[in-house]
C-alpha cells in the first residue's frame, strides 16, 4: 500500500469557527462532528479535523494548498471581500500582494485561530503530475 496522508489535527480557539472559515474560504464542506472535532474534507481524501484547544497551547501551523486558477480567483475575491490582510511571503514582507512563483499565483493569510493558510496555484518546483 502506498503511504498517504489521511488526516491531520487542527487545533484552533474555536473549532466550528476554525472549520467554518477555512470553508468558506476553500468552498468546502464542514463535516458532521466526530467526538472533538469538525472535519473539513479535502478533494485529496485528507481530512482536516478541527480541534477545540486553549489559546496559550495552539502553536501556529502552515497549511498550503494546491487550488486550480479559477478557484484561486474565488478565494481571493472572498479574502478581500472580508478584508483580511493577505501577504504574497510566508513572512508577511509584503502586504496586500500575490506572488507569482513558478508561474502561478500565491497568497497568505491567517485563520482565526493565527495558523498561516496559504492559497497556490502551482506547487513548488513547477508544474508536476
Do not use: C
Not at 464542514?30 to 472535532?37: A, M, Q, Y
Not at 473539513?40 to 496559550?56: I, K, Q, S
Not at 513558478?102 to 485563520?111: A, I, L, N
Amino acid at each position: 500500500m502506498a503511504i498517504q496522508l489521511n488526516h491531520t489535527i487542527i487545533h484552533s480557539r474555536d473549532n466550528r469557527e476554525s472549520a467554518e472559515f477555512l470553508a468558506y474560504f476553500l468552498d468546502l464542506e464542514v463535516g458532521t462532528p466526530w467526538g472533538p472535532f469538525i472535519p473539513v474534507d479535502t478533494a485529496n481524501g485528507v481530512t482536516l479535523d478541527f480541534a477545540t484547544a486553549p489559546a496559550e497551547s495552539i502553536t501556529p501551523q502552515h497549511y498550503a494548498f494546491l487550488v486550480s486558477e479559477a478557484e484561486f480567483d474565488e478565494a481571493f475575491e472572498k479574502i478581500k471581500r472580508a478584508k483580511l490582510t493577505y501577504y504574497a511571503d510566508p513572512h508577511g514582507l509584503h502586504p496586500g500582494e500575490i506572488n507569482h512563483n513558478d508561474g502561478g499565483r500565491g497568497v497568505y493569510f491567517q485563520d482565526p485561530s493565527g495558523h498561516g493558510m496559504e492559497l497556490i496555484t502551482r506547487p513548488y518546483g513547477g508544474f508536476k503530475e
